[in-house]
């Protein structure tokens, strides 16, 4: 009897512990085909843009999500872009306090990072952002300093 009462409160109890939600993971093929500007670069600036979204998320309470303002300067091009150029790129931050359940694959952007990414263009003129964004920036923008 107590073996049955310890299994189906494992049965109960598991669901709740294993939190997850859907992500898209792209093969680096299909991140270069649909991007239109592929590159290494190194955030030289990065600043809030003042840009906020209504992005929903259950688990996060009282946060608002904000579009950081970075200034990438491209040191290896693979499409798009040459080398030397500065691209202008929004990458997904929050602003307040919230529990950081389940939040979006967002990359932290800062000064002097290095970076891959794999970029679209947003509404704004000349203004790009992660392939993936807004839900899984990190899935089209990888961080390649770990040390900083």
Known sequence: MRKHVLIVAL????PLLAIARGVRVFEMKELIAGAQLVFVGKAISVEPSGITTTMSYPTWD???FEWLKVEVEVLGPIKGVWKGETVRTLMLGTRGQG???????????KKNQTYLLCLLPTTIS???AS???PWDDNQAIFLLDREL
Request: aromatic share 8%; hydrophobic share 45%; glycine share 4%.
């Open 126 to 128: 000349n203004v790009y």
């Open 99 to 109: 529990p950081f359940v389940n939040p979006p694959g967002m990359v932290r952007p």
């Open 11 to 14: 049965a109960i109890i598991c």
């Open 131 to 133: 392939l993936t964004a």
């Open 62 to 64: 009282d946060v608002t």
